[in-house]
T-cell receptor, first 111, second 118 residues
Framework: LAKTTQPISMDSYEGQEVNITCSHNNIATNDYITWYQQFPSQGPRFIIQGYKTKVTNEVASLFIPADRKSSTLSLPRVSLSDTAVYYCLVGLHSGNTPLVFGKGTRLSVIA | EPEVTQTPSHQVTQMGQEVILRCVPISNHLYFYWYRQILGQKVEFLVSFYNNEISEKSEIFDDQFSVERPDGSNFTLKIRSTKLEDSAMYFC????????????????FGPGTRLTVT
């Protein structure tokens, strides 16, 4: 299982773009990179998943360089409601593979 | 949007008592999971369930724990004799398999049951 490293916490002002980088040096060929978001007292929620290059959806963008040893979650123009813990997960993510969560990055958005 | 539901939202029990936590996964999903999160700590995998049997379980999921899908909609986690250290938020999740397309899927989590053992 690929080990991931991400900052423990980040602060941002409302309206700014936030980039959270995750390192996963021993990512395997078949591994996908997935980000989940967790608000206080709620279950994690899937944000985005990618394998390589760039993926964008209505919530975020995910940038993955060619060597795939890191990835960056980009949240455009954050608001107070984006205050949450963001988890980077790396794994096969198929079938019934359990999700392995790290400590995540606690993002605090300030007015 | 379909969602996973869990009941109760909060359960208080005395040490040594049995508790059953209930979940209703999303209706067309095939895989079901239980995770737990002790206050201030990581989300930890407990067990996965597919085709009416356990697929995988972690070291946490010892003989005190059991899971069941008693009917076509509910998925339960039973703790036979609760301990103080079982106090945590318990999350149920479900997922479906994509038979076509990329090998990827997402797990949908419920809102959790906060279990407090006194």
């Amino acid at each position: 299982l690929a080990k991931t490293t991400q900052p423990i916490s980040m602060d941002s002002y409302e309206g700014q773009e936030v980039n959270i980088t995750c390192s996963h040096n021993n990512i395997a060929t078949n591994d996908y990179i997935t980000w989940y978001q967790q608000f206080p007292s709620q279950g994690p929620r899937f944000i985005i998943q990618g394998y390589k290059t760039k993926v964008t959806n209505e919530v975020a963008s995910l940038f993955i360089p060619a060597d795939r040893k890191s990835s960056t979650l980009s949240l455009p123009r954050v608001s107070l409601s984006d205050t949450a813990v963001y988890y980077c997960l790396v794994g096969l993510h198929s079938g019934n593979t359990p999700l392995v969560f790290g400590k995540g990055t606690r993002l605090s958005v300030i007015a | 949007e379909p969602e996973v539901t869990q009941t109760p939202s909060h359960q208080v029990t005395q040490m040594g008592q049995e508790v059953i936590l209930r979940c209703v996964p999303i209706s067309n999903h095939l895989y079901f999971y239980w995770y737990r999160q002790i206050l201030g700590q990581k989300v930890e995998f407990l067990v996965s369930f597919y085709n009416n049997e356990i697929s995988e379980k972690s070291e946490i999921f010892d003989d005190q724990f059991s899971v069941e899908r008693p009917d076509g909609s509910n998925f339960t986690l039973k703790i036979r004799s609760t301990k103080l250290e079982d106090s945590a938020m318990y999350f149920c999740a479900s997922s479906e398999i994509f038979s076509l397309g990329p090998s990827s899927y997402e797990q949908y989590f419920g809102p959790g049951t906060r279990l407090t053992v006194t």
